[in-house]
Each structure stands twice: as structure tokens, then as C-alpha cells.
């Protein structure tokens, strides 16, 4: 049986073990920012994602379905919370001309005021990771990819838009720059996205 990274005695003799157990601690730091935004604004931290996410992108990836991807939930999850955010007046249903059954989410005005605002719950984040070096910040910009892209190989994490899983992407080897077809360009490591709007999966 493998040794819990929270197990002190090890975490203190493993690297690895340290630094899982950092990446909690600032994965509470999230909890906290969203609970005191939700606490505010009467909304649970899943209903304010939701709101960010609809204001960042676009309509093909603002339905239920998709929702309970990205966010790893059921359906029926996503779906009390679009019912709470259109009994608020935060968002509104577009039926499809296709498919009555489904929907486009759109937000109000007034649920565009709350995204724009919530939007910069993690802004505190931001004041320890400017003060690294630029070394620093690329590879740890490198090395966070990585494991978001195991994970999702793995399924824990279901929907990923980042370079490196996207048909248009082309890995640099050794010091050659990575390319993208699409934009028809190189890419430094720096340059690559996290989320692009133009990703498409391969298959």
C-alpha cells in the first residue's frame, strides 16, 4: 500500500509527497475565494464557475451537457443550478431550432455584472506567481500542463482545450519549436494555451 502524501513523517522525506500536498493548499485557497464570493452573493461556487465560464465561452460549449463535463458533474447537477441562475434573472434559455429539447445558456445583464465581478476571485493568486522569475513561471506553467494532461488521460479530468491535446498541434523536439497548423505559427512553451477557443480533440 502506497504511503498518503499527508502522511507527515513521509511527506518530510519525499518531494513528490510535498508537493501534492501544496497543490491542496493552494486548491483551498480557490475553496476559500469562491465560498466568500458565493457567501456574498447567495450563489453556491458552482453557480458562480458557471457564470464565469458562460462569459468566457462560446455557444456551442454553453449547454448542460458540456457544462457537466467541464465541471465533472451529473446533468441533473448542472441543470438545479441553471434553474437557480434563471429563477435569479442571471441567465436565459435559448431553445435550439433543431433540437426544442436543447438549449443555448445566455446571461442577463444583470448575470453579466456578476460574472465580470466574480471573474476576479483568484486575482490574489496572481501577487505570488508575478514575483517569480520568468524561468520559473515557464516551467511551472510546463510542468502544471503536464499533469493536467495526465489527469486527463487518466479521466480524472474529462474536458481539456489545452495545445498539446488539440489536432493542430505539433510538438517541438528538443530545442524545435512546437507548432500549430491552425494559426500556421510557432510556439514557444510560453506561448502555448491552456484553453484555446479554437481546439478541436483528437481522436
Keep these: 500500500m502506497s504511503k498518503s502524501p499527508f502522511d507527515l513523517k513521509h511527506q518530510n522525506e519525499n518531494i513528490d509527497s510535498r508537493i501534492i500536498a501544496a497543490m491542496e493548499r493552494i486548491s483551498q485557497a480557490f475553496r476559500v475565494l469562491l ?27 454553453r449547454k448542460v451537457g458540456y457544462l457537466a463535463a467541464e465541471f465533472n458533474m451529473t446533468k441533473a447537477t448542472i441543470s438545479d443550478s441553471i434553474k437557480v441562475l434563471e429563477q435569479k434573472k442571471l441567465i436565459r434559455k435559448e431553445s ?12 442577463t445583464t444583470k448575470g453579466l455584472e456578476i460574472a465580470k465581478r466574480t471573474a476576479a476571485f483568484a486575482n490574489h493568486l496572481l501577487a505570488p506567481v508575478s514575483k517569480l522569475n520568468a524561468e520559473d513561471k515557464e516551467n511551472l506553467l510546463i510542468s502544471l500542463m503536464g499533469i493536467i494532461q495526465h489527469l486527463n488521460k487518466t479521466g480524472l479530468i474529462t474536458i481539456q482545450r489545452m495545445c498539446k491535446t488539440c489536432v493542430h498541434f505539433s510538438p517541438g523536439i528538443g530545442k524545435t519549436q512546437h507548432f500549430c497548423h491552425l494559426l500556421n505559427q510557432k510556439l514557444s512553451d510560453t506561448d502555448l494555451r491552456l484553453d484555446c477557443p479554437e481546439h478541436l480533440i483528437m481522436n
Aim: proline share 3%.
Design 96 to 107: 435550439e431550432t433543431q433540437d426544442t429539447r436543447s438549449y443555448v445558456i445566455h446571461l
Design 35 to 61: 465560498w466568500n464570493e458565493s457567501k456574498e452573493l447567495a450563489l453556491s461556487p458552482i453557480q458562480i464557475q458557471i457564470l464565469v465560464f458562460l462569459m468566457f465561452h462560446s455557444e456551442e460549449k
